[in-house]
């Protein structure tokens, strides 16, 4: 029923920027922590950056300085903007978000993932 779609990805030349939303519908009690992870072509899962319910942020080193992540609260939703984009940030973005159905029901939801393309 809880079920986040991600949007704003495509294709971008290297330098330029691109900011991606990710909300959140259904029955949802709370979130907490909402981030974003990438996959790029033959590499693994990783975690980009990561926002908690506070608004403390957490930032993976590739994007430091580049990226920032933000949430409205009351749109359930959270951003990525990327600016200063390089060709190794090419990859699947996932939105992740920590979500309470209930009280003391926590459970780990994933987007389907949008492709940030960039290249000249």
């Known amino acids: 029923q809880v079920q986040l779609v991600e949007s704003g990805g495509g294709l971008v030349q290297p330098g330029g920027s691109l900011r991606l939303s990710c909300a959140a519908s259904?029955?949802?009690?709370?979130?907490?922590?909402m981030g974003w992870y990438r996959q790029a072509p033959g590499k693994e899962r990783e975690l980009v950056a990561v926002?908690?319910?506070?608004?403390?942020?957490n930032y993976a080193d590739s994007v430091k300085g580049r990226f920032t992540i933000s949430r409205d609260n009351a749109e359930n939703t959270v951003y990525l903007r990327m600016n200063s984009l390089k060709p190794e940030d090419t990859a699947v973005y996932y939105c992740?978000?920590?979500?309470?159905?209930?009280?003391?029901?926590?459970?780990?939801?994933w987007g389907k993932g949008t492709l940030v393309t960039v290249s000249s």
């Open positions: 992740n978000a920590d979500i309470l159905v209930a009280a003391h029901h926590g459970m780990d939801y």
């Open positions: 259904g029955s949802i009690f709370s979130i907490n922590a």
């Open positions: 926002i908690t319910s506070g608004g403390s942020t």
